[in-house]
């Protein structure tokens, strides 16, 4: 099958998974690798059993668990979640980073090319050769 995708929604939108960390965040597993991610996957998708949450009454309905995780619009909610906690934490670290940078950026190298340096050496190179003449 491949890489497979696994989406934790938040706390307030679906129960956490029992296998999962609490939060919400998107998980991979690439099922091709080996045969012991094929059996995590088998328990990942039978945890907890489905014959376990069609046995609740309060699973059906238009409140129950079987329309709210079945719900398309409840898979979009989840990823734009996740995008956009994601981008938050891109761009604290982006900026953190600019912030270490920028004294350093703007600050003078002791090996910066200097016009005035440039022309002191050429003539105390010009002094050195005439001297040696």
């Not at 906690?85 to 940078?101: P, Y």
Request: charged residues 25%; hydrophobic residues 35%; aromatic residues 6%.
């Amino acid at each position: 099958m491949g890489k497979i995708f696994i989406i934790q929604p938040d706390e307030k939108s679906s129960a956490p998974h029992p296998l999962l960390p609490p939060g919400s965040d998107i998980y991979s597993l690439d099922s091709t690798s080996c045969a012991f991610t094929r059996r995590a996957l088998r328990v990942f998708l039978n945890s907890p059993h489905p014959l376990e949450i069609l046995s609740v009454p309060t699973a059906y309905g238009s409140g129950g668990t079987i329309l709210r995780d079945h719900d398309s619009s409840n898979y979009l909610k989840a990823v734009n979640n996740i995008i956009r906690q994601r981008t938050k934490l891109l761009v604290r670290r982006v900026r953190k980073q600019r912030n270490l940078i920028w004294p350093l950026l703007a600050s003078q190298s002791p090996h910066a090319w200097s016009h005035e340096r440039d022309i002191e050496d050429r003539g105390i190179l010009r002094k050195e050769i005439m001297s040696s003449v």
